[in-house]
Nanobody, 123 residues
Framework: QVQLVESGGGSVQTGGSLRLSCTVS????????TSWFRQAPGKEREGVAG?????????AYADSVKGRFTISQDVAKNTVDLQMNSLKPEDTAMYYC???????????????WGQGTQVTVSS
């Protein structure tokens, strides 16, 4: 059974940092995208950062987070992490990770999704 579990969300002030982790189990996800999405109330889900597992470090970021967020893989822990720095109130959202062979960067066609972790940034 495939499971994705997000952790690390919380509340911070503008300019603060958080590190999200997505623990993946039950799937050997080589040569697939694993990405982070977010959804704020009343808005569509959007891709934030993606990592192509087995793709020589290929990553992708939404323009709104470039230079502030970094996605990485921790092979030993089997996690895909999202380091978020210089957080802004507009980063407030529920953050989800997703993986699976149907996925591609920010297209929400992934096979598997986590339950989400809330990030709140106050001004």
């Amino acid at each position: 059974q495939v499971q994705l579990v997000e952790s690390g969300g919380g509340s911070v002030q503008t300019g603060g940092s958080l590190r999200l982790s997505c623990t993946v189990s039950g799937i050997a996800y080589r040569y697939t995208w694993t990405s982070w999405f977010r959804q704020a109330p009343g808005k569509e889900r959007e891709g934030v950062a993606g990592l192509y597992i087995g793709g020589a470090g290929r990553v992708a970021y939404a323009d709104s987070v470039k230079g502030r967020f970094t996605i990485s893989q921790d092979v030993a822990k089997n996690t895909v992490d999202l380091q978020m720095n210089s957080l802004k109130p507009e980063d407030t959202a529920m953050y989800y990770c997703a993986t699976g062979p149907r996925g591609y960067w920010d297209r929400p066609s992934y096979n598997y999704w986590g339950q989400g972790t809330q990030v709140t940034v106050s001004s």
